[in-house]
């Protein structure tokens, strides 16, 4: 079974930063999947807020340009989103997800989910 395990959601102070994991260590061929971190904030859909291809190309949502960080660790098949700077509204659930389909560099379809972490950003 594919399991995506996400960790390292925690309560945080408005300008503090976190680092979230995504072990993906169940998935067959990790290094030839494109991944993505999508959130949830209360009462709103889910978004996407950071992906990167297999060839390390990144791309991101306005709001998380400049304070949002996705990167990936093939050898140990982990997906991590460094958040910097982080404000109240990035406060949600944080799910990593493999990609399917793009449109440009948007991902449009997503495959294998896990089951997130909660990030509240609070004073």
């Known amino acids: 079974e594919v399991q995506l395990v996400e960790s390292g959601g925690a309560l945080v102070q408005p300008g503090g930063s976190l680092r979230l994991s995504c072990n993906a260590s169940?998935?067959?061929?990790?290094?030839?999947?494109?991944f993505s971190w999508v959130r949830q904030a209360p009462g709103k859909e889910k978004e996407w807020v950071a992906a990167i291809r297999l060839n390390d190309d990144v791309s991101y949502t306005d709001s998380a340009k400049g304070r949002f960080t996705i990167s990936r660790d093939n050898w140990k098949s982990i997906l991590y989103l460094q958040m910097n700077n982080l404000q109240t509204e990035d406060t949600g659930v944080y799910y990593c997800?493999?990609?399917?389909?793009?449109?440009?560099?948007?991902?449009?379809?997503?495959?294998?989910w896990g089951q997130g972490t909660q990030v509240t950003v609070s004073e």
């Open positions: 169940t998935l067959n061929r990790f290094n030839w999947r494109d």
């Open positions: 997800a493999t990609v399917r389909r793009w449109i440009d560099d948007r991902p449009l379809e997503f495959g294998y």
